[in-house]
């Protein structure tokens, strides 16, 4: 157990619709990072946010988007879900933004467009 | 750009057999890191080793052995005497220290299954 949690575990949705990923760091942990793990992108960055602020954005849609509360938890919102955005979303933590802090990941939301 | 190349998609052997798992990886920075990680069936990713662009020393940790060379821009991964737990997709990843986005760089995977 990585100490990174994400909810919900399971999501099936329709397209057009707009769902909410969440994530809880690990307790101390202020820096939060959002992958896209697809079949044919494979494992792709999507954003970080430093303590509340975003701090670097990947190949991340414009339908996308994610922010990081005062409590530093995060939550990744996608909107005008398409077929081709199923995939497993997962969060990662570290304890700052530095390049060699190790990232530690979360369970990951299956995320199912149909 | 950041890029890392795995070239063995899927590895299949026999238990207690060694594996080597290869990753080669390019940039242009001088200060980089290089990471594992393990992603077993139930999905989550697990992180097993990070090494810097300074330290070339070999690391062994139980089973598990890492090879860096800087001269042939290679990470590569032993696991000793596989067991059917190592079942698993691996992932090879790069973080550079330059630029705006000091985002992982993730291989493609490879797909190790160990046989009883």
């Known amino acids: 157990d990585s100490g990174v949690t994400q909810t919900p575990k399971h999501l099936i949705t329709a397209t057009g619709q707009r769902v909410t990923l969440r994530c809880s760091p690990r307790s101390g942990d202020l820096s939060v990072y959002w992958y896209q793990q697809s079949l044919d992108q494979g494992l792709q960055f999507l954003i970080q946010y430093y303590n509340g602020e975003e701090r670097a954005k990947g190949n991340i849609l414009e339908r996308f988007s994610a922010q990081q509360f005062p409590d530093l938890h995060s939550e990744l919102n996608l909107s005008s879900l398409e077929l081709g955005d199923s995939a497993l979303y997962f969060c990662?933590?570290?304890?700052?933004?530095?390049?060699?802090?190790?990232?530690?990941f979360g369970p990951g939301t299956r995320l199912t467009v149909l | 750009a950041q890029k890392v190349t795995q070239a063995q998609t899927e590895i299949s052997v026999v238990e207690k057999e060694d594996v080597t798992l290869d990753c080669v990886y390019e940039?242009?920075?001088?200060?980089?890191?290089l990471f594992w990680y393990k992603q077993p069936p139930s999905g989550e990713l697990v992180f097993l080793i990070r090494?810097?662009?300074?330290?070339?020393q070999n690391e062994i940790s139980g089973r598990y052995s890492w090879n860096f060379q800087k001269s042939t821009s290679s990470f590569n991964f032993t696991i000793t005497a596989s067991q059917v737990v190592d079942s698993a997709v691996y992932f090879c990843a790069l973080r550079v220290e330059s630029g705006s986005a000091r985002q992982l760089t993730f291989g493609s995977g490879t797909q190790l299954t160990v046989l009883p």
């Open positions: 940039t242009r920075d001088t200060t980089y890191y």
């Open positions: 090494r810097n662009s300074f330290d070339e």
């Open positions: 990662a933590s570290s304890a700052s933004g530095q390049t060699y802090n190790e990232q530690f």
